[in-house]
């Protein structure tokens, strides 16, 4: 038989797969799952009892009838990991919550902690255990997971070693049951070491940094790209490139997973053979390798993961049994829950578990089918990517509601590049630390194929339509789970001819009425979305990004907490050069996603700055070629056809932070041939500093305010008068804690005729001029607010302009309001 029969011979035969251990691993999740979000409660202890007591009365029924073993034994096993699970729960909760943090929490006292850390420091952030805490004169021993909030300049936060200890004074702030970090420490004051990591994780932190030395000069992408290659440190990859990486469906390759522990063990192993080890010896030095492999990568959560499935492979092959991977990876996943039950609500562990299974069950097949017109090896390496995609993104769908429409095509051309890198990536980490000159030589080597994955993730990112939208939610993900078994009964096969022709042609319809969906939203989008905007506020989350453009001219007014989210809103809006950056203060939700616009600054407003990490955010502006200038009240100057002024802070009489908020008012400055909208920009600015502005006497009626402090309560009704605006731009997270937007400002713009616009329930809203002098148009991305269809005494009514709800991907509305 020719290889191409052959290979439809297989590709007809139905998928079988080693099933028997699904229900246990559904059943311990789901118990792990629903019991961490009430961990202390009774009723949890009471299902534990439950799940034991049913699993030793069926396992009583199996034994008193040993000839009807087949589902009742496999109800024994499924109740059992059930009652595991649930436990695990149980034996956690206590020390995650202990007394002494959960009093300080609630009274808001100061608590001493040391804390082991159990992770990298990002922007200040460091995840850690805290192993005791002093409140007053009373030392408590402890086992608790947190996350410090640290000042970023502070070096011994910036530079916290995994293993490390610190003490370190704060606040506590509990975070919800379900979360995989019991408390937000906020620290007071600066941290102090008070202990070193162990010999062998310091081994390791010395070997990283060296490594790290050594590609620090690799030029490009591949040289941000290349530490995350081989030791998953990601701390060098600039925020375009990072999301280049998520919009091509490559950022799996920056995170240390199965597939690099993979390389590690076959490594080891093929070596082993080669130098003629017996099967136990080379698996004994496997499991070793990999050991090192994790404390060099850092022992982190999601590196743990892989590692353990690597290990019961291990297991398997020591004990002379078939390596078949789906009961392994259903034995590593109970096995995690149970250490970890807060694992079952993690998207990185549904993602890592998701990943392997795909692999493991439709890789092949999928290879087989791909295979009648390819070449079969090229086949499998279609098949490996494809297989992952498609079972992840479900998952990827609640973290983005779109589809990665290159993502198979850039892993294709990407993946083959990510072994080499991996290996070379280690050995010169294994010479980084006794021959740095030969680590930098083999570095140079990696970063050929690292700079291939670069240029792939940028070329892909870059085409039309890279992400293609799809509806949200659980909606969504049913819909695409539907639309993707349809699609694998129809190639694969399997199963009758009559469902075969049914899911084709469901897979059919489907594809034509997503093609005809997407093109119909394109076309409102292109009709509704004003081309003519002046004010764009981005949907970043609880924090503020608000964009002015005027004659091919762009000022942002803060950038949010968190620049992957502001660069998918410059993305959007296709803003690629800022001729104007106005930081109002430097809270992390309004200069948090700053090294988005790195390079692509001109010039750069800032107000007063209060430690070390302010003056450091403003060096690296400068160091990216934009001038940077404290301003005060009284700088002028233009943005296309627009007057911008500073109006806050005065010279003087401003502490740093809030009240001294840089306040600009934004108006006509020429004959404004399209129109020109005039506006205000209120940073945080307090009451106090409201009134004292409204008190200068120079703010007068505006069509847009960007409301102060994302609607906290602490405003100024009088200044919201005198500005008498017809739109108030409120940039909010969605269910965030702070209670933002708050019913007093909500009342105070309702007062005077305002109509709030949120960004957590409209998303991005654009501004134009309307078709009318005295007229704007309010464009949103979601669902009409159904603020805009109240009518305000005094400022007429909202004409409804946008499109009727749009598919797939949210909504579009739009609204010609009377001008303030």
Known sequence: MSARLAARAVASRPVVADLRLLPPVVAAWLGAGISVAAAESRWVVAAAGCFWALSGLTALSVLARPRRRGWQGLAVVTLAAAAVAVTAVVSHGGSRTPPVLTEAAQAGRMVELTVAVTGRSVEGRVPATAISARVADTVTEISTPVLLFGDRADDTIRDARIGGLLRITGTLAATEPGEDTAYLVYLRGEAARAGAPPPLLAAADTVRRDFRTAAAGLPGGGGELLPGLAIGDTSSVSAPLDAAMKTASLSHLTAVSGANCAIVVGLALAIGGALGLSRTLRIVVAAAVLAAFVVLVTPEPSVIRAAVMAAVALVALAAGRPARGLPLLCVAVIILLVVDPWLSRSYGFALSVLATAGLLLLARPLAEVIARVVPRGLALVIAVPLAAQLSCQPVLLLLNPSLPLYGVAANLLAEPAAAPVTVLGLIA?????????????????????????AAVATFFAALPGARSPWPGGIVGVLLLVAVTVAGLVAVLGGVRPSVRRGATAVLIVSFVGYLASLAGTQLV????????????????????????????????????????????????????????LVLTHYDLDHVGGVSAVYGKVDRVLVGPSSDPADARIA???????????QVSRGETGTLGELRWDVLWPPLRGAEPGNPASVTVQISAAGACAAGCLSGILLGDLGQESQARLVGAGQVGPVDVVKVAHHGSADQSSRLYETLHATVGL?????????????????GILAAVGTRAVRTDLDGLTLIAPGAQAGELTVWTEKPENPQLDQTVSGTGTVVTSGPSPRAPGGLASGGVAPGG
Not at 429 to 453: D, E, M, R, Y
Not at 536 to 543: L, R, S
Not at 619 to 629: H, I, K, P, S, Y
């Open 429 to 453: 980490c294994v010479f980084a630390p006794v021959s740095p000159p030969l680590a930098s030589v083999i570095a140079w080597i990696a970063w050929l194929p690292a700079s291939w994955i």
């Open 525 to 580: 989008d292109s009709a509704t979305r004003p081309s003519d905007w002046q004010f764009a506020m981005c949907d970043i989350g609880q924090g503020d990004a608000t964009l002015i453009r005027s004659a091919r001219r762009v000022a942002l007014d803060d950038t949010g907490p968190d620049p992957k989210r502001l660069q998918h809103c410059l993305d959007e809006l296709g803003i690629t050069h800022i001729d104007l």
């Open 619 to 629: 060096a690296e502006l400068r160091a990216n070629g934009a001038r940077v200038d």
């Open 730 to 746: 409120i940039g909010v997270g969605a269910g965030n804690d702070y209670g933002h937007p708050t019913s007093k400002l909500l």
